[in-house]
Structures are given as C-alpha cells and as structure tokens.
C-alpha cells in the first residue's frame, strides 16, 4: 500500500556525495524528511525521497556542504506530462480500455461438457435456433429458460447447467444413461403398472423391404409372422393391444410401447468403379506466406499483393485472442501457407488397382458391421480393363431393419349400452 501512495504523490532516485554525507543523513531524519533505499558506494550515497522532500533538502546540502543529484524519476507527477506529449498512444490506450470494457458484455466462446450421445454440432445449431450464439450481449441469456428447453428438447438430458465465466458461456449436460430396452422398469419407477394407458403408445415397423427370418414379441401385437414378405414403413408389431367384450368384440385399446426382436432379410447390389488414370500432385517448393487479420466473421489478408501460382494448397491455422483465462476476444489472427504444385497424369499399376479394390470392399463390409448386418450370401466380382476397374457386390443381408413411430390406431367410442353395461 505504501508503495502506491509513494507511486501516486511521486518520488525521485538522488546521488549525495560530498564533506559529510553522513551528518546529511542524520539532519534527514531530525527533519522527519523520509528517505529509503539507501546505498553506500564509497565515494557516495543513492537513496529514494519524495518530491517533496527533495525541494526540503536544499537547507540542509548547505549546512553540511553536500551536493545532490537526481538520477531516476518516479510516479504520475512525471508519467502524466509525458503522456500529455503522447496524445495518439494516449487515445490508442483509452479506446484499447473502452474496446475490452465492452467486449465484456458480450458472449464470445461456448464449452459444452458432458455429451456423449449428443454431439457438439447438434448442440450447437440448437442452441443458434434459440438465438445463443458468440457474439450475443450477455443481457439476452436467459440461463433458466434454456435450462428447462434443452432437457424438453432432448430427452437423453437429464439435467442441465449454464454458467457465465467471463466472456465464455459454459454448458454442463448429464445424459440418461439407461438402455432403450428398460421401459417397462422406467413404468414401473414412475408408479405406473404394465398394461396401463401410456399415452398414445408406439408401433414398431419396418426400415426396409425384406422377408421376417425372425421373430420374438414382448410386448405390443404382432402383425406378421415369421416367413412374411414386409414392406418398408409396414407395421410389425402394434403398441395398441385391444380389450375385447364378452362377444369378442372390441371395447378400447391399451396403448404401450411395442418392444420386439425382429430380423429382416433382404437383397443388396453394391457396384464401386474407380479409374485407373489418377493426376498426383507434385510441388514445386515454391510457397508464400499470407498473414491475416479477422473481427467475428470478417477475414482480411494482411499480405501483400495476390498468390500468383497457378495451382496451389492453401494450410494455415488462425487463433482467437484470449485476455484471460475465459476472456476471450472477437479477433483472431494468423498465417497461411500456399504451395504450389503441378498435376501431373500416372496410371495405377495392376497391384495397387488390386489394393485399392479390396480397400473399397473392407470399407462396405466394416460399414455393415458397425450397422449390425449379417451377410448371409454374397458374389463379389471384379471387371478391369485398361481405363476401369469394377467391383459388383450381390449380397443377400440381414439385420434388425425396424424404427419405432407413434401409434396412430384411434379409440373405439363408447356407446350408450356399453356405459349402461360398465355402470350396473
């Protein structure tokens, strides 16, 4: 604190040197003039006094027949004139202050924490559909509201946090963890028995055209059987299970949630064609480095003159400026790279047509294993002449090609004589 106060009232760095520098010191202290830091060097002392003890000291360098000499001056008495001289960096430093200021009142980054099942891309574009975005004054977010949607708005979402810290909006989700296939435990959690009414109920049809190799039902009614020919959108299973009247006639439905194992089969032709001629590119060595410049989504280019290659590949990377630790700001900034380079024609020898063949053919069977599909017969043939090679894929497939949809069956209105007959 004590520094401050000295920074403030302004202070000066003196060489003393002469007949008694020590009597000087002691006629210092009787005077109560303050003075700090105090060196000997011999020949001399340096010391710290304020500038108000030093126009004290002019009596006193006469009695004991010293001399004193300023060295270093400190503090706003002496900052503040110099900058009177410096108006534009004056100006420059007063509008950089008022730019962070009111950067401050805006949104500028947003972290999302916590999702596993739901990407930061879905995230994000929902969050721009409710008008959250960078760039936002900090006055518009309404954090409770958004709490409260995003769980609405994805049932996975359990629970949901938003945080302000600094210029950085942070969103902290917690996912539901539990499998699809737990309904009826969830039912009971909530307090409802199995076979009650749950709404509108769902239906489980079919994703695709095939024929049911399989089939087993937990719940709801089936609609087909196994050896059936289905076709895509058909409903399987229906979540409406009817109650029937002593004369086997329908009542009303009880609405659930169809849940079901089922396996389609079905045919698929795959062909891949890749050319044998390919164009590689080989660089010449030859680059030039582009400097840019950005506020929000304006980019300029801070080099001179225009890339002049004919054919080039432009890499680079740009970074935001970060104050703080969560104080970011609206500009970034950057360098480019452009290399030139010249296409030049080849042709594929026969064993990397081979190779990039069987890439293509590991490429279609890893995507159907990671879909879950059984190949359960395939003829694979290859066509190759000098410009093409061909790769015909038959398969005869089979997975769980189902999708779950609202139930759409309507309620049977209750006549008069039924509600005579639920009465007595």
Excluded at 56 to 65: D, H, I, M, N, V
């Amino acid at each position: 604190m004590l520094h401050w106060i000295q920074y403030v009232k302004g202070y000066v760095s003196i060489k003393v040197w002469g007949y008694s520098t020590e009597r000087f010191l002691n006629l210092c202290g009787n005077h109560d003039i303050l003075v700090w830091d105090i060196e000997n060097h011999g020949d001399y002392y340096t010391m710290k006094v304020s500038v108000k003890g030093f126009f004290a000291l002019k009596t006193l360098l006469r009695k004991t027949g010293t001399r004193a000499a300023v060295l270093k001056r400190y503090g706003l008495p002496f900052f503040v004139p110099k900058m009177k001289r410096r108006k534009i960096f004056v100006s420059g430093l007063l509008i950089c202050l008022l730019f962070w200021i009111l950067t401050g009142f805006y949104i500028w980054d947003i972290k999302i924490e916590g999702n596993y099942s739901l990407t930061e891309d879905v995230l994000m574009d929902y969050l721009e559909t409710q008008g959250v975005h960078t760039s936002m004054p900090k006055k518009n977010l309404q954090i409770e509201e958004l709490e409260m949607q995003l769980r609405e708005e994805y049932d996975i979402i359990t629970w949901a946090s938003l945080r302000v810290d600094g210029t950085t909006l942070i969103i902290q989700i917690r996912e539901n963890e539990l499998p699809d296939n737990d309904y009826e435990n969830l039912s009971e959690a909530n307090g409802s028995e199995p076979g009650e009414d749950a709404g509108s109920g769902k239906d489980i049809v079919a994703s695709k055209d095939g024929v049911i190799v399989y089939m087993i039902t937990r719940k709801g009614v089936p609609q087909v059987t196994v050896g059936d020919t289905v076709e895509k959108g058909q409903i399987l299973v229906s979540g409406a299970v009817p109650v029937y009247n002593d004369d086997n006639t329908i009542r009303k439905y009880q609405y659930y949630e169809a849940d079901a194992d089922i396996m389609i089969m079905y045919e698929k032709s795959i062909c891949v064609e890749r050319k044998t001629a390919w164009q590689d590119k080989e660089y010449s060595g030859r680059e030039k480095k582009i400097f840019l410049f950005g506020i929000r989504d304006k980019e300029w280019n801070l080099s001179a003159g225009k890339v002049k290659f004919e054919t080039y590949d432009v890499s680079g990377e740009k970074k935001q400026v970060q104050l703080l630790d969560h104080l970011f700001l609206p500009v970034f900034y950057g360098v480019k790279q452009a290399k030139e380079y010249t296409l030049v024609p080849k042709l594929h020898t026969e064993e990397e047509m081979q190779q990039i063949m069987e890439e293509e053919w590991n490429k279609i069977l890893q995507t159907l294993e990671e879909k879950s599909v059984q190949i359960i017969e395939k003829n694979v043939t290859i066509n190759k002449n000098r410009e093409f090679w061909v790769l015909n894929a038959h398969m005869q497939l089979m997975e769980e090609a189902i999708q779950t949809v609202p139930n759409t069956t309507e309620q049977i209105p209750v006549t008069e004589s039924e509600e005579e007959v639920a009465i007595q």
